[in-house]
């Protein structure tokens, strides 16, 4: 069968360490043109890979199945909906678009033309969160009752990139995430409570948020600052049963970012296992970690698009998001 022929609009950080790396080791993909104003970046990771000045280019390009969206945020939906009317499949980077409306106005174009649509919600595959769906699913902590996701970070200078001052500040560029996550585990909630700040002195979106998805018995919070030294907190998950503590973020990234191959080695291993407590033993003991693996969404997708397999990311999945997020920002906005 024919590989999968993929074109990739933009690589900054998404295009260089979340998709290029994965769709070169992915069987049946190949990527065959990238959209970028600079050839030479390019060219230091992929040698002779063909570069393009601009989407249209790109799309008129032979041989191309699947555009991979990694552009900035408020070009997400106008990039899309160009792929979609060119024919091709979609993979968006999150956010899935700057506003609930963009989004559905992509969902329903990809489901009138039949094509496949799909969001990068790659932290699903975490694994730190590949763990905890394990403890959870087998009853180890009982119902949850508490549960604090955080990407805290120590970014105390502003830099002049255009991340600084997107739409929507750190919620649309680290919210995504964590939302996904939270309603994977536990679906919509019934109410949002919001706080948004800009914290440093300068910066031009929002840099602090504390969201909070409220259900009947469970209390699910959203946290992020770029203003915490010690930021190693990730998960604390309390149930009825027992607490679940994990420091440390998922090491995938940093590994493609200092060139390792995505699935070789040790890839995947986090060593900073959580730590689980039971009530009525005297020390939280380590609950080792899952392997986490980026690559089990590419290998996905290629067998979807073949009708093999589901798509590993719905959009009604990603639109589910979208809405989490526009009801959290009209939240913090009213208080």
Known sequence: MADIGVGLIGYGLGGRAFHAPYIAITRGMALR????????????????????S?????????????????????????????????GKHVVIDKPFA????????????????????????????????????????AG??????????????WRPELAAVWKEARTGGSWLDLGPHLVDQALQLFGMPSAIDADFATLRAGAPASDYFHVVLRYPRRRVILHASKLVADH????????????????GIDPQEAATLAGERPGSGTWGFDGNNGMLTVPGKSEPVPFPNARGDYCMFWSALAAAIRGEEPNPVPAGDALAVMEVLEAAHAAGAAT
């Open 54 to 86: 601009s989407v249209e280019a790109l799309l008129s390009e032979p041989g191309i199945d699947l555009v991979v969206v990694s552009s900035p945020d408020a070009l997400h939906a106008e990039h899309a909906l160009a792929a979609l009317e060119a």
């Open 140 to 153: 180890t902590l009982g119902e949850i009752v508490q549960f604090e996701s955080r990407f805290d970070r």
């Open 98 to 137: 700057t506003t609930l409306a963009d989004a559905r106005r992509v969902a329903d174009r990809a489901e009138a033309s039949g094509l496949m649509l799909t969001v990068f919600h790659n932290r699903r595959w975490d694994a730190d969160f590949l763990t905890l769906r394990r403890l959870i699913a």
């Open 33 to 52: 043109a990238v959209v970028s104003r600079d050839a030479a970046k390019v060219h230091a990771d992929l040698p002779g890979m063909r570069v393009v």
């Open 232 to 247: 190693r907190l990730r998960f604390a998950v309390h149930g009825t049963q027992g607490s679940w503590i994990k420091h």
